[in-house]
């Protein structure tokens, strides 16, 4: 009998082009989260929810936040309505021991500025580039089971300069047909939690069913995994025994 936890995720996603836009919904009918869940749904060892900004609480209630392990974030057109008091709670959670997941316009979330410090500005052209990501990493947990780059066929482009902190580590570097190169997959800690921001994933493209790219995401719940849940704490303590 295994006594192995499943490693609980919650897939958060804006669903707001699903609705509004028929090319995204026609792409993903259920919306971008729920394709990203099931693919996660699939691998032994997860246990998958999902929950929308337009949920109460964003669907990220204490109760939900106590059962997830790993959050993944996809956002782009409303990042200013996620409550201010809910990206405090996913912030602490993350510094406590909570894996974050950030996905492609996600580098404008609150989420992640309030954790990377920085501008996390970028460029960008939405004219159907190829997409190379180049793995410059190849011993990392986060590629494991990839060739020397994944090629998707349609994307938008990002653009350096990233305004990133220095990554703890890079594990891809996209090229683009335009010629651009981008940072499009980075790891940090911050407090206990392991970050990684992961770069493709525009809406109108169906970069989410790629076999490779749920690869990667999966290969990262795992890895951002940690286990812990570690208060912060500043205790006045006693001096120990000599
Ligand atoms: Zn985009």
Redesign the pocket.
């Known amino acids: 009998m295994s006594t192995v936890q499943p490693i609980r995720v919650t897939v958060w996603g804006e669903f707001r082009h699903e609705k509004n836009n028929p090319k995204v919904a026609a792409i993903y009918p259920q919306g971008m989260h729920q394709t990203i869940a099931d693919a996660l749904g699939r691998c032994a060892g997860f246990s998958v929810r999902t929950a929308t900004l337009d949920e109460p609480e964003h669907g990220l209630s204490d109760a939900v936040l106590d059962q997830t392990d790993v959050l993944t974030w996809w956002g782009?057109l409303a990042h200013d309505e996620v409550a201010d008091a809910v990206v405090a709670k996913v912030r602490r959670r993350v510094l406590e021991g909570m894996g974050l997941i950030v996905l492609?316009?996600a580098h404008y979330s609150k989420i992640f500025l309030s954790l990377m410090g920085d501008t996390c500005s970028l460029s960008w052209r939405?004219a159907s580039d190829k997409e190379r990501l180049w793995v410059v990493c190849p011993s990392h947990p986060i590629v494991r089971g990839l060739g020397p780059f994944i090629e998707l066929p349609t994307e938008?482009m990002y653009g350096e300069p990233f305004g990133i902190p220095t990554p703890d580590e890079l594990i891809f570097i996209s090229w683009f047909t335009g010629g651009e190169v981008f940072r499009s997959g980075a790891t940090w800690r911050r407090g206990n939690g392991r970050i990684f921001y992961f770069r493709p994933g525009?809406?109108t493209y169906p970069t989410y069913h790629h076999p490779e790219i749920q690869q990667v995401i999966a290969n990262a719940v795992a890895w951002a995994h940690s286990g812990l849940r570690i208060k912060d704490d500043a205790p006045n303590v006693s001096p120990q025994k000599p």
């Open positions: 782009h492609h316009s939405e938008e525009h809406e």
